[in-house]
């Protein structure tokens, strides 16, 4: 028994330590899992929701490890929504800005000049960022716009897909009977494959 009882002070020694390694490591791994985001947003004064909780349009706010959801909308502005996702508890930062498309937010655009020009070159990074990833996507987007022997070439908003702001569809404008079997071997010519397109073809 007294040879014995060393023993189980010992296993019991191994037990806690083992306890509060493993506690800890959860404590600070669920600590860690939070990450901070920054919002700017233009207008100052619009309603933003994450996750469908309404949340202050400017400033810092924890949000879990995950995707989040963040809408923001005003009145005379177009609706905005954008996700994030938290992860390592590495900080975020995003901007929300809403653009005109109604009469009270063109007079907030006129009582409001600087915001509006910073928004404006918002707008631009995001159609320069928007253009990158679909010309990564979609190959083809560096031979547009085309016009060859009966066809124009060009693209527009997917057909198939129009919610997609980041998917389109090639337009083949056909001029004469043969435009088409020449848009198709234009296509082929330049290594892209037709069955892998959204095609539209249109007469004029």
Do not use: C
Not at 40 to 53: A, E, K, M, V
């Amino acid at each position: 028994m007294e040879e014995e009882s060393p023993r189980l002070w010992l296993l019991s020694g191994v037990v806690v330590v083992i306890l509060v390694v493993v506690i800890g490591g959860y404590l600070v791994f669920r600590g860690g899992s939070q990450s901070k985001l920054t919002i700017q947003s233009i207008p100052n004064d619009l309603t933003l929701t994450l996750d469908g909780r309404q949340i202050a349009a400017n400033g810092e706010v924890e949000v879990k490890a995950g995707q989040h959801t963040l809408t923001a909308s005003r009145e005379g502005f177009q609706d905005y929504t954008q996700t994030v996702t938290a992860k390592g508890g590495d900080p975020l930062k995003v901007k929300m800005y809403l653009y005109s498309n109604g009469p009270a937010g063109r007079t907030w655009v006129q009582n409001n000049p600087e915001q509006a020009l910073e928004a404006e070159a918002e707008a631009g990074r995001r159609y320069d960022e928007i253009q990158k990833r679909l010309q990564a996507k979609y190959p083809v987007m560096r031979e547009l716009p085309y016009i060859g022997p009966g066809f124009k070439a060009t693209y527009q908003a997917s057909k198939s897909d129009p919610d997609n702001p980041e998917a389109i569809s090639l337009k083949i404008q056909v001029f004469s009977p043969e435009g088409k079997t020449k848009a198709l071997q234009w296509i082929e010519g330049h290594g892209y494959d037709p069955d892998t397109l959204d095609i539209i073809y249109t007469t004029k």
